[in-house]
Nanobody, 125 residues
């Protein structure tokens, strides 16, 4: 069964750091080639944050998080992480991980087939 489970969200203050985890099932890592993080703030569209190729490790970031967020993968643990530093109130959102069959990481959410349930990040000013 294809499954993604996010964890690590919480309430932090501006300037703090947080690490999100996305644990994937064996089938996900076997059948998909890249994984990404998206976020959705209240009343807004879901937007791309970062993506990583599961073999080779090439990455892609949204301009809004470049230099602050890092996406990492641990294939042995079948887990993808999103390390978030210098968090800002505008980073407040529900964060979702997703799996894509595309080899090259993409920001297009329509190219992701499987999604997790999300984890909430709240950044207070």
């Amino acid at each position: 069964q294809v499954q993604l489970v996010e964890s690590g969200g919480g309430l932090v203050q501006a300037g703090d750091s947080l690490r999100l985890s996305c644990a994937a099932s064996e089938r996900t890592f076997r059948n998909y080639y890249s994984m990404g993080w998206f976020r959705q703030a209240p009343g807004k569209e879901r937007e791309f944050v970062a993506a990583v190729r599961l073999t080779g490790g090439s990455t892609l970031y949204a301009d809004s998080v470049k230099g602050r967020f890092t996406i990492l993968r641990d294939n042995a643990k079948k887990t993808v992480y999103l390390e978030m530093n210098n968090l800002k109130p505008e980073d407040t959102a529900d964060y979702y991980c997703a799996a894509s069959a595309r080899v090259i990481p993409t920001a297009l959410k329509g190219l992701y087939d499987t999604w997790g349930q999300g984890t909430r990040v709240t950044v207070s000013s």
